[in-house]
């Protein structure tokens, strides 16, 4: 079946449709203007501005200490996956019950961060603490070792474990 259109004007004429026939086309610098000259954006690495920028009381800030660790695996699982990334993990403050609904209340605003920073290398874990003015440790990871076996090497017949049937 094929349709036949009254209407020719979607056709490709090379020009334009216009609601208007008195309308102007504006070019491309007006609409958008003179272009600026693109200048680089310096950043100052002091200390003072990151730890005014976070809003956390001072005693948050000076007694805190932080532990930077490799994950270990997780006993109930088999993958390796987590374990390549670094975390810091922070020091618990004081916690009490909440007397209402008998949950575990804190005043402490960076009681839930350390579930969340993950870090690629050891490097910058330390220097986001040392942004942060925490005092931290870094604990160093035990590599897993792993000793070449053979499948034949579990029927050995000078194995210790082997036990003779007669």
Known sequence: MRRIFSN???????????RFPDAKRKTIEDVLGESKPKEAITVQQS????Q???GVPEEHKSERRAIIFRPVRNAMQSGWNGTQ???IELDNQERWENPLMGWSSTAD????ISMNLDFASQEDAISFCEKNQWPYEVETPQERQIKPKNYGSNFHWNKRTRVGTK
Not at 8 to 18: A, G
Not at 47 to 50: A, P, Q, S, T
Not at 109 to 112: R, Y
């Open 52 to 54: 005014d920028l976070s």
């Open 47 to 50: 200390v003072d501005e990151f």
């Open 85 to 87: 990334i670094w975390k």
């Open 8 to 18: 020719v004007r979607f056709l490709s004429t090379k020009q334009p449709t216009v």
């Open 109 to 112: 605003p960076l009681s839930n």
